[in-house]
């Protein structure tokens, strides 16, 4: 069952990208001011510690000293503008990493076999 789950999750996120169209990142041809413009954004970046309430108390979480929650309009900035991923819907927020750098941490699965997803 969990798997059909992740599968049909999975075919959902990557369809995402074809039914709305890319919005690119902040265009700006110099890399020092795309730099600046990237740690601006990230400044504005509110993670939340302890407990969080997901919108519209749809869940309510306690996370751990190791991890942070950005809300959606955070979460949105990280994925869209400093990123680079399509827009198109909407997420509930993101769990990173206390000391969460969007410019240099890597989130998700990883090639490294310690890491990789169980099937």
Not at 24 to 29: C, G, R, S, V
Not at 90 to 114: A, E, I, R, W
Request: some cysteine; overall charge positive; glycine content about 8%.
């Amino acid at each position: 069952m969990k798997n059909k789950i992740l599968g049909a999750a999975l075919a959902l996120v990557c369809a995402v990208p074809f039914l709305h169209p890319a919005e690119p990142p902040l265009a700006t041809p110099d890399p020092a001011a795309r730099l600046a413009q990237l740690r601006k954004l990230i400044s504005e970046l509110k993670p939340q510690s302890g407990e969080i309430v997901l919108r519209g108390g749809l869940a309510k979480a306690t996370l751990p000293p190791s991890l942070r929650y950005l809300n959606p309009t955070d979460t949105q900035t990280v994925l869209q503008k400093i990123w680079g991923n399509p827009g198109g819907g909407q997420t509930l927020g993101m769990l990173v990493p206390d000391k969460f750098n969007p410019l240099t941490t890597t989130v998700g699965p990883s090639s490294s076999p310690s890491r990789r997803m169980a099937t």
